[in-house]
Every structure is written in C-alpha cells, then in structure tokens.
C-alpha cells in the first residue's frame, strides 16, 4: 500500500480562536492557517503530530473526530489501490483544495466502523 503514516487528525469547532488558545497551551504550534470560504482551517504540529481544526458553527457534537488522514506521495496510485480494494468512496476522484503553499489533493472512503479515513497529499 503507499502510504507514508498519519498525516492528520481532523477536528471540528465552533470556535476557531479557543481551539487555537487551547492546543497552543498543550504545546501544539500553528503551522498553517487557510481559510475555505469564510471558515477559519488550522494546522498544528507537536513533535509531528499534526491536528487539523477548522471553524464549522453547525458542530453540535461533543468531542467529535470529523476523519483521520493519511499521508501519501503518489495520491493516484493510493486512489487506485483503495478503489481496488472496494472500500465504500465518499469521493470518487481527487480532490483539490489550495491549502499550503502548492495545494492538497485528497479523497475520503468509509472504513468499517463508519469512520472516514483520507489519504492525502501535500503537493511539493
């Protein structure tokens, strides 16, 4: 399989700028803000474990893990091996978004439980 380890852990908030207080107060360091439309996305690392938080004001529950990411370098041999193992696709080609400095490409499927697992790549 090509994939290099966790990329992410996704966690949304309805508050950006408390999340951002409180995982700095736990040693986390922003390594990249975004904005995606008019919600706030951040990036923090500690000593390579990297939460993304972003800004959904519809959040209600509690302590909610949206997805886990996984980091690829070659995102459409990582498309093709998922879809050959027939995994449930939420997206069914690769995405883009214009976050960090060359953009992200990405897709999400289903894992067993319901979870949803990406595998992504920051383009270099």
């Known amino acids: 399989m090509n ?7 996704g966690i949304p908030t309805q508050d950006f ?30 000593a390579g474990t990297v939460i993304e938080v972003w800004e959904d004001k519809a959040q209600k529950k509690r302590g909610a893990i949206d997805h886990i990411a996984l980091d690829t370098k070659d ?5 093709t091996e998922i879809q050959a193992l027939g995994y449930p696709l ?12 060359k953009g992200i490409s990405y897709f999400n499927f289903i894992g067993p439980n319901g979870e949803i697992i990406e595998i ?5």
């Open 17 to 46: 700028a408390a999340s951002q207080k409180f995982y700095e107060s736990l040693g986390f360091q922003l390594i990249n803000k975004e904005q995606n439309g008019n919600k706030k996305v951040g990036f923090f690392d500690l």
């Open 3 to 9: 994939l290099n380890g966790l990329q992410h852990i």
């Open 90 to 101: 939420i997206d069914n080609e690769i995405m883009l978004l214009p976050f960090w400095e």
């Open 75 to 79: 995102i459409a041999t990582a498309f």
């Open 120 to 124: 992504s790549q920051i383009e270099k």
